[in-house]
């Protein structure tokens, strides 16, 4: 199994691996829920301006927000945000699709981009969607129990 867990809006103020950087509860939840689902080398991170990277992947800290912005990965369509083309490139240079099936732990921003390269990609939390991610934090808390 591979997982995908979305980026958080918090972020640590100095470059960092991505697994620290981003530092919400959010984000901290989706990045347990992944580490009782798969093993660490098979979990990454879609990010709005780097795309998808290991856990392990320095980068530094940056302000782009897709959150609402109906096909935000269309070339120049937010300013410094990653386009459809790269993250296809990234799914085939990081061998996403080698160890079926494809999971995704996050918001259904980064869900529409990867539904049109990864045909069946399983997103269980996206049935609880709303409250802001409330609904969801409470089901990830039960999944990782």
């Not at 945000?81 to 259904?108: H, S, Y």
């Not at 981009?113 to 409330?134: H, V």
């Amino acid at each position: 199994m591979i997982v995908i867990i979305s980026c958080g809006h918090t972020k640590r103020k100095e470059k960092s691996p991505a697994w620290k950087l981003y530092t919400g509860s959010y984000f901290r939840s989706c990045l347990r829920c992944a580490s009782k689902w798969a093993k660490r080398k098979d979990i990454y991170i879609i990010s709005a301006k780097y795309g998808i990277v290991t856990l392990d992947t320095e980068l530094e800290p940056y302000e782009v927000k897709v959150k609402g912005v109906t096909n935000w990965w269309s070339q120049n369509r937010i300013e410094g945000a990653v386009d459809i083309a790269t993250v296809e490139k990234q799914i085939k240079e990081l061998k996403i699709l080698r160890n079926p099936p494809v999971v995704f732990i996050g918001g259904r921003d980064y869900l529409r981009l990867l539904k049109q390269l990864i045909s069946d990609i399983k997103a269980p939390l996206q049935e609880y969607t709303t409250g802001r991610n409330n609904r969801q934090k409470g089901f990830l808390k039960r999944w990782t129990q």
